[in-house]
């Protein structure tokens, strides 16, 4: 693309020859001739006058050292833009159609422009929007409902009954609708004794699920992924969880059974909130951290088990302290053990 065409795209403002050919993106210090980086952080300011890219995307005030330039209010945004123009679409370059390896039930509903690759199997009754992509190898089990303009990629399990929304995009290797881990002691003999799971899951519109991220099915009633959602790969999600609107949760991070998630919670990688709890919208939960007990809206919890992320840096800073605390406290124990034998022989003394 010519720069003056990324620049119309990003709506900014075109400092230098506009007719350059921009033929990929990079970072400002793997950038080559012919590619369009960018710079959000002062710290990279100084790489500006090195860099070999033909084209850089900068903030208000920040100057390009005589290189071509689009200045713009939020350089990262931007180049996040113009990621988007050169990525690879999986979509439009894949063929369309259905695959003549592809298995088909019975009474299945296709929209317009659905794509079925090889090996595929859809079950009885399925239903699939139009302009889904289904990559080689899935499987969508009977009576499944798939909205319109998703995309699953290969290897996908999509176990019966359950509901995906548009524009969901689900990665290789990922299960929906596996049984919830639900099981009771069996009174004859006390082995555990499976409860059956009967309930589905809900998948809404605009939700994005990792590669090999399990969403388990409900006892009774549904698991629910609300829109917006984004599930990193690894990711475990418990029967009967709802997971609120437009949430970040990292790679293996797990949230139990029952479970209720708020809107725009955010929870870093290999963090987990145990059963029957309630974290507030708007909460952040940071690495390796697990909630064990409900935590009110706006929260930013860390540790385990996860309190107040600065009462938690607090108690970390004590324990880094303790070697020297114990070290100290032998000295103190000595000089009083000298002192008090010295005490003693002032006693003895007639």
């Given amino acids: 693309m010519k ?19 921009i033929t990929g993106v990079s970072g400002i210090k793997e950038a080559v001739p012919s590619q369009i980086t960018f710079v959000a952080n ?10 070999q890219a033909s084209a850089i995307i900068i903030g208000r005030g ?17 180049f996040v833009k113009v990621l988007e123009l050169f990525a690879w679409d999986t979509g439009k370059q894949t063929q369309s159609g259905i695959h003549a390896t592809a298995i088909i039930g019975e009474n299945v509903t296709l ?10 199997v859809i079950g009885d009754n399925v239903e699939i929007g139009n302009d889904t992509v289904i990559m080689p190898l899935v499987y969508i089990g009977s009576d499944s409902k798939i909205g319109c303009d998703g995309l699953i990629y290969s290897h996908v399990s999509i176990r019966e009954n359950v509901t995906i929304g548009d524009r ?12 919830g ?29 990792g590669a090999n991220t399990t969403i388990d099915r409900a006892t009774l009633s549904e698991t629910l992924i609300k829109s917006g959602t984004k599930l990193d790969n690894l990711v475990q999600i418990a029967h009967n969880v709802v997971v609120g609107k437009d949430c970040c949760l990292a790679a293996q991070s797990g949230i139990a059974g029952s479970a209720i998630l708020g809107d725009r919670v955010n929870i870093a990688g290999q963090s987990g909130v145990i059963g029957h709890l309630t974290l507030g919208e708007n909460s952040v939960l940071y690495a390796k951290s697990a909630v064990t007990k409900d935590m009110p809206p706006g929260s930013q919890l860390s540790g385990f088990p996860a309190r107040p992320h600065k009462q938690e840096l607090r108690l970390q800073a004590s324990i880094r302290k303790l070697p020297e605390l114990l070290q100290d406290y032998t000295q103190l124990q000595k000089r009083v053990e000298e002192l008090e034998a010295k005490l003693q022989e002032l006693e003895d003394q007639p």
Avoid at 42 to 51: P, V
Wanted: hydrophobic share 35%; with cysteine.
């Fill in 3 to 21: 720069l003056k065409d990324i620049c119309d795209h990003l709506d900014g403002e075109l400092s230098g020859d506009g007719e350059i050919e």
């Fill in 42 to 51: 002062s710290k990279y300011l100084g790489a500006i006058a090195t860099t």
């Fill in 62 to 78: 920040v100057s390009g050292n005589g290189k071509p330039t689009i200045c713009v209010d939020n350089p990262y945004w931007a």
């Fill in 111 to 120: 929209g317009e422009g659905v794509t079925i690759q090889a090996h595929s």
């Fill in 168 to 179: 969901v995009i689900i990665h290789c290797g990922a299960v929906i609708g596996s049984d």
């Fill in 181 to 209: 881990f639900g099981f009771t002691p069996d009174p004859t003999n006390h082995s555990p004794y499976k409860i059956p799971q009967i309930g589905t899951v809900v998948v809404e519109d605009d939700v994005e699920i």
